[in-house]
């Protein structure tokens, strides 16, 4: 069943699907805290920085 989520960022709600959430778990991962507009600009951020 899909979840819903808070992002720790920007507040906004976003959906952790059943498909998600199995590939979380199939990788012994936590479920993601951010949603994904927020993780794609940080890890973009990150990139940036690594030049
Ligand atoms: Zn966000």
């Not at 699907?17 to 973009?44: N, W």
């Amino acid at each position: 069943m899909d979840k819903t989520i808070i992002c720790a960022e920007c507040g906004e709600k976003f959906i952790f699907t059943a498909g998600e959430q199995e590939f979380y778990a199939e990788r012994g991962l936590t479920p993601p805290k951010r949603c994904k507009k927020c993780r794609d600009r940080r890890e973009r951020e990150r990139k940036e920085q690594g030049r």
